[in-house]
C-alpha cells in the first residue's frame, strides 16, 4: 500500500513543477506575440488600444476624438470576460511607448483610464 502512495504523490509533484515550467513559457509566448502583433498592427495601421470592459462596452465621443487624432483603435469587449489581460497589458505597453516616441507625453491626458496597463 506504501507502494501506490509514493507513486501517487510523485505523479502529483511532478504535475505542479510542470506548471510552473508551463506558466513561464505562456509568459513568454505572450510577451512575444504581443510584440509581433503590435510591430505587424503598426505597418498596417491597425493600432489598438485594449480597455477593461464593464456591463456594457463604452466608447466616449473623447475616445472618438483621440482614436481620430492619434490614428489608434479602442477595443472595449463590454462585460465579455477574458483570460488574455496580460497579453492586452503587454500590447498596450508597445503602443503607448510609440505614442511616447511619436507624441511626446501629452496623449496620456487624454487616454481612456480604463487602458489595459495604464496605471
Do not use: P
Not at 23 to 30: M, N, P, Q, R, W
Not at 35 to 56: C, S
Not at 88 to 110: C, I, P, Q, T
Amino acid at each position: 500500500m506504501k507502494k501506490y502512495i509514493y507513486i501517487i504523490v510523485l505523479l502529483i509533484s511532478s504535475l505542479v513543477f510542470g506548471q510552473a515550467q508551463n506558466e513561464i513559457g505562456c509568459t513568454k509566448y505572450l510577451a512575444i506575440s504581443a510584440k509581433t502583433n503590435f510591430e505587424n498592427d503598426l505597418k498596417n495601421n491597425t493600432i489598438t488600444i485594449y480597455l477593461q470592459g464593464g456591463i456594457v462596452s463604452v466608447i466616449k465621443n473623447e475616445d472618438l476624438v483621440f482614436q481620430k487624432k492619434y490614428g489608434i483603435n479602442y477595443h472595449d469587449s463590454g462585460c465579455v470576460a477574458s483570460k488574455d489581460f496580460e497579453y492586452y497589458r503587454m500590447y498596450n505597453h508597445h503602443v503607448f511607448a510609440y505614442l511616447s516616441r511619436k507624441f511626446g507625453e501629452d496623449w496620456k491626458k487624454e487616454l481612456n483610464t480604463n487602458a489595459f496597463g495604464i496605471t
